[in-house]
T-cell receptor
Framework: DGGITQSPKYLFRKEGQNVTLSCEQNLNHDAMYWYRQDPGQGLRLIYYSQIVNDFQKGDIAEGYSVSREKKESFPLTVTSAQKNPTAFYLC?????????????FGSGTRLTVV | AQKVTQAQTEISVVEKEDVTLDCVYETRDTTYYLFWYKQPPSGELVFLIRRNSFDEQNEISGRYSWNFQKSTSSFNFTITASQVVDSAVYFCALGFSNTGKLIFGQGTTLQVKP
């Protein structure tokens, strides 16, 4: 079955460490996205990529970095510069288009700073 | 400005009651998409519906129905005869096919009591 796989499901990070969240899709979607969700808030866009080897900052990119070396993969690194990284992170992909706008989400990674 | 507002933070109903979740959006674009997602406690976003800006027909799917009114920039979601399994956080989102980005509302937590 096609879908998006995020790993790990739970991640604990010590202050000052960088961590990388994995996101893989086998839907052949061109575009991929990372969203952050905090309790009681909606999802906010961190980074997105519409094509391999290209990506753009979203609304809250500071303290995060991404790469898009393969169509299937869009890993997110939470760096030590991110002051409040504890949150729920969701990866998504889409086959954007005027007549067929499909959008699929992964099951999320819950990151906790200890 | 592009924005989605879900004014109801939390709603609590008793099983079998009807409930309407409100969504108001802002955009100057003439082509856009509107979505509703359900987020159960597991965290994954479950797609419920997508409408494009050129289709104002209301839609019914089982106990779910959606009312799209461009005149008031609203895309409200009604659950008829609510059930305990409907308890979740519901998100309304605004999307654009040129970027593929989604802009989310803050979410409405629905609690259906037996």
């Amino acid at each position: 079955d096609g879908g998006i796989t995020q790993s790990p499901k739970y991640l604990f990070r010590k202050e000052g460490q960088n961590v990388t969240l994995s996101c893989e899709q086998n839907l052949n979607h061109d575009a991929m996205y990372w969203y952050r969700q905090d309790p009681g808030q909606g999802l906010r866009l961190i980074y997105y990529s519409q094509i391999v080897n290209d990506f753009q900052k979203g609304d809250i990119a500071e303290g995060y970095s991404v790469s898009r070396e393969k169509k299937e993969s869009f890993p997110l690194t939470v760096t030590s510069a991110q002051k409040n990284p504890t949150a729920f992170y969701l990866c998504a992909s889409s086959n954007k288009g005027r007549t067929n706008y499909g959008y699929t989400f992964g099951s999320g990674t819950r990151l906790t700073v200890v | 400005a592009q924005k989605v507002t879900q004014a109801q933070t939390e709603i609590s109903v008793v099983e079998k009651e009807d409930v309407t979740l409100d969504c108001v959006y802002e955009t100057r674009d003439t082509t856009y998409y509107l979505f509703w997602y359900k987020q159960p406690p597991s965290g994954e976003l479950v797609f419920l519906i997508r409408r494009n800006s050129f289709d104002e027909q209301n839609e019914i799917s089982g106990r779910y129905s959606w009312n799209f009114q461009k005149s008031t920039s609203s895309f409200n979601f009604t659950i008829t005869a609510s059930q305990v399994v409907d308890s979740a956080v519901y998100f309304c989102a605004l999307g654009f096919s040129n970027t593929g980005k989604l802009i989310f509302g803050q979410g409405t937590t629905l609690q259906v009591k037996p």
